[in-house]
């Protein structure tokens, strides 16, 4: 069974950042594709970014030039790190991993900022 830990949320200023982790356990085999998404009070959970094992990234507009996914395959790791944070980028975020076709979740942790 797959396990996604997420780590790293909290709360900052507007303009400060974090970094996230996440780490997957329960598999020998990397994930084919790592994520994360998000989700705000009141709105759906979206995608916030996410990266192929062989490297290739996507973004969302909202987070363009102040975010960055990495990944470690070896370790089945992925971490997130958000540069630049406003107000709006508050939200519950989650890891999430796509292992032998069957998609799993991590519990997600808090990320709060302030204006």
């Known amino acids: 069974q797959v396990q996604l830990v997420e780590s790293g949320g909290g709360l900052v200023q507007a303009g400060g950042s974090l970094r996230l982790s996440c780490a997957a356990s329960?598999?020998?085999?990397?994930?084919?594709?790592m994520a994360w998404y998000r989700q705000a009070p009141g709105k759906q959970r979206e995608l916030v970014a996410h990266?192929?094992?062989?490297?290739?990234?996507n973004y969302a507009d909202s987070v363009k030039g102040r975010f960055t996914i990495s990944r470690d395959n070896a370790k089945n790791t992925v971490d997130l790190q958000m540069n630049s944070l406003k107000p709006e980028d508050t939200a519950v975020y989650y890891c999430?991993?796509?292992?032998?076709?069957?998609?799993?979740w991590g519990q997600g942790t808090q990320v709060t900022v302030s204006s």
């Open positions: 999430n991993a796509v292992f032998s076709g069957f998609n799993y």
């Open positions: 329960g598999s020998f085999r990397s994930a084919k594709i």
């Open positions: 990266i192929f094992s062989g490297g290739p990234t």
